[in-house]
DNA sequence: TATTTCATGCAACTCTGTTGCATTAATTAC
DNA sequence: GTAATTAATGCAACAGAGTTGCATGAAATA
């Protein structure tokens, strides 16, 4: 029998997780790092941010820019399991990145080519900034 | 009037795009600076590669590690202009990441959102993996 | 409350990528 | 070919994201 690393709440589990809920766009760890109020050391957010990610609370977005963002999921498309297979737009002027989660592509993989994660990243000019 | 910087042919240049020009996958820094017999320092592979961008020789794509590779551009739509919005494919068994110029994902916008740049990567198992 | 197991802080480290500046090399004009 | 011009390079130093080891602290549970 394997005995299942059980999931423990600490604050700053909780503050973390909220941050994510509030925000409207992905955030990069050092913008969670700003939000936080010191609640705890910047190693502590990776870790969180990890444990989240595999509890499935969370998803990523590598942006163009090669950095990591994090967001809360919401209608991660729980109708047909749990997807992250939605389109993340990323704002040339503001910087922000944002998560279609309505916008999925659609693409024919030639054959043998097996998916297990997709990440679909379009950047350009947001509605606010255009 | 503005001057335009003239285009400058030099060893690292020509070195640098035969690498990328014979490689079947798209290649990090790294994976260049091994190949490239020290035929000159790691910056100046950066600088390259940047100058290459600006040229539209080759283009780059972030993976979901978020390890910029860079690709020579071959098939990229010259049809309908230069795009560089096919799929690449990163294999989680060996690693490589794969331009699939062929597919091409299919989206719609929402209203308001103005696209300037596509990175479409999808990871799992490759045909030589499967 | 005691025990167990996980989470945290801190320091040190790796890796990718960038910048400043003096030197070298490719173009171009003569 | 030679000199003048301008871009490319090497090197060192730096910046930022992310990781790891280890001692300490805090949840969960019994
Ligand atoms: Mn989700
Ligand atoms: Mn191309
Ligand atoms: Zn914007
Ligand atoms: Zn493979």
Redesign the interface.
């Known amino acids: 029998m394997v005995k299942e690393k059980q999931v423990r709440s600490t604050a700053a589990k909780q503050h973390i997780r909220e941050i994510l809920s509030k925000s409207e766009t992905a955030m990069s760890q050092p913008e969670i790092l700003e939000h936080s109020e010191g609640i705890c050391d910047r190693v502590t957010i990776y870790r969180v941010l990890d444990r989240l990610l595999h509890e499935g609370e969370i998803h990523r977005a590598?942006?163009?820019?090669?950095?990591?963002r994090y967001a809360s999921c919401r209608q991660c498309d729980h109708d047909h399991g749990h997807q992250h297979d939605h389109?993340h737009?990323s704002c040339?002027v503001c910087g922000e990145v944002t998560c279609?989660e309505?916008?999925?592509?659609?693409?024919?993989?030639?054959?043998?080519?097996?998916?297990?994660?997709?990440?679909?990243?379009?950047?350009?000019?947001?509605?606010d900034c255009?």
Chains 1, 2 share one sequence.
Do not use: H, N
């Not at 590598?62 to 990591?68: A, C, F, H, P």
């Not at 309505?102 to 024919?108: A, D, M, S």
């Open positions: 590598v942006g163009m820019d090669g950095i990591t389109l737009f040339e279609l309505k916008v999925v592509p659609v693409l024919k993989l030639p054959r043998g080519y097996q998916a297990r994660e997709a990440s679909y990243m379009i950047s350009g000019i947001c509605p255009g």
